[in-house]
Each structure stands twice: as structure tokens, then as C-alpha cells.
């Protein structure tokens, strides 16, 4: 019993001495990397506190707000958007020859989904588009279902007037 301890012991030894070994005999392995290079590089750097200030969005772009255009496309190729970045809504106010516009949220998925306007939230009537626009400040980390609630939700679901956002937040160590 106690022979065979002392051979384990023994073979343990020389495990870890061949494991040194072939560490020391690696030891050249450490110096392809030039940590004075790094040092001179990254290590005197600070991180840098001052925080990338929210955007302004144009929702659609040069397209404005109207009907007949993809909004899910163009928030898919705009964004990812983040917190505290505003959106902007621009679209004329209705006369003879132009649609009414609006901006409706919906409190969930479902509702979006079935431009489901009679139980969404008016957040900018028909006439809040014009001129600098209808704004709306993503302070929220949640979905923002958005979408036109004119003619009962037939701007939503045939006039590709709808989109969700999801803010993200901006990066907690902003560094290097
Ligand atoms: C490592 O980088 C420092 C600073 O750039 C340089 O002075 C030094 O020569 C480099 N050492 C090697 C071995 O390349
Ligand atoms: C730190 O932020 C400022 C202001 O945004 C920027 O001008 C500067 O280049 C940044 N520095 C580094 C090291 O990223
Ligand atoms: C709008 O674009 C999205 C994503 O690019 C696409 O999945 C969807 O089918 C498009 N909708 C219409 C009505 O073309
Ligand atoms: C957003 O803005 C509010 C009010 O200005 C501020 O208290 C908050 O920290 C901001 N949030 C982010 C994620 O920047
Ligand atoms: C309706 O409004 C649009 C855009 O503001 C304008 O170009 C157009 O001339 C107006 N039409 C009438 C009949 O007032
Ligand atoms: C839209 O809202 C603005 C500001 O709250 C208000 O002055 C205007 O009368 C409203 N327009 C309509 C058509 O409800
Ligand atoms: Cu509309």
C-alpha cells in the first residue's frame, strides 16, 4: 500500500517536472508578444468618460411620413437606435390633395401586428408633422411599436406605415 503511495507521489513529480519542462522549454512562447509595445500603446490611455451624445432620427429619411413606403425595412437598415436618440416624424398637414398622417403607439406585439389603431395611443395628430416635425425622445428600454393611425390602421397594415424600435444602450465601458 504504502509503496504504491510513494509510486503515485513519484509519478505526480515527474509529471509536473515534465510539465515545467516543457514550459521552460517554451519560455520563448511569452515574448512574441511585445508587452512594452502594449504599454506604450493602450496603457496610459484613460478610458474616455465623455459619453457619445443620443442622435436625431428622421424617421424615413429624405422620405418623410407617408403612405406606400417599407418603415420596417428602413428601421431595420437605420438602426440599431439607443436610448435618449429622438425620432423624428415629418409629414403635411391634410388638405384636398394630401393625406392625414399620424403617429399611434401600441402598447404591445399583437396589437401592432393587427394595426389594431382603436386601442393604440395617439402620441401625434395629423397636423404635429409639419414644419420641424413630430419628435418623440426613446427614454424607455422597451419596444416602441409605432405606427400611422389614419384610416383605421390602413395606413399600418397597407401603407408599410409601421415599426418597432428597440433602444438599445449605448456601451458601458466605452474603452479603448
Ligand atoms: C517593443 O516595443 C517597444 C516600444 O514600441 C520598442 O522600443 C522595442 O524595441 C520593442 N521590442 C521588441 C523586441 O520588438
Ligand atoms: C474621446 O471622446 C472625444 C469626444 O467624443 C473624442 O474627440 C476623442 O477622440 C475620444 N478619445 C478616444 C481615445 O477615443
Ligand atoms: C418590408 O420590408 C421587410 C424587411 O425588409 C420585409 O420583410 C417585408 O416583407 C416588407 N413589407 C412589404 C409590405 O413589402
Ligand atoms: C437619458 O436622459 C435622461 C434625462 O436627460 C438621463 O437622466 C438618463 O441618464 C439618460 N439615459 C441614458 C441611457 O443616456
Ligand atoms: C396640399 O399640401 C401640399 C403639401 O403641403 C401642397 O404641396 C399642395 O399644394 C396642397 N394642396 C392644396 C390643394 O392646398
Ligand atoms: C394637434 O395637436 C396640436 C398641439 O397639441 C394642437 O394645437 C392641434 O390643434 C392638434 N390638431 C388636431 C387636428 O387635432
Ligand atoms: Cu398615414
Known sequence: ??????????????????????????????????????????GHQKPNKTQPQPNKIFVGGSENWHFGFNYSDWATKN????????LVFKYDAPNATTHAHSVYLFSNYWSFMNCDVKRAKMVGN???????????????????????????????????????????????????
Open 1 to 42: 500500500m504504502a509503496s504504491s503511495k510513494f509510486a503515485n507521489s513519484v509519478t505526480v513529480l515527474i509529471l509536473i517536472a515534465s510539465m515545467l519542462g516543457v514550459s521552460m522549454a517554451n519560455k520563448d512562447w511569452f515574448s512574441g508578444y511585445n508587452y512594452t509595445d502594449w504599454w506604450s500603446r493602450y
Open 79 to 86: 438602426g440599431p437606435f439607443y436610448l435618449n436618440d429622438t
Open 126 to 176: 395629423t397636423t404635429q408633422g409639419v414644419g420641424e416635425g413630430f419628435k418623440i425622445v426613446l427614454k424607455r428600454w422597451q419596444p416602441y411599436y409605432f405606427a400611422c393611425g389614419e384610416k383605421d390602421g390602413f395606413h399600418c397594415s397597407n401603407g408599410g406605415m409601421k415599426f418597432v424600435v428597440m433602444p438599445l444602450l449605448r456601451s458601458f465601458f466605452p474603452w479603448p
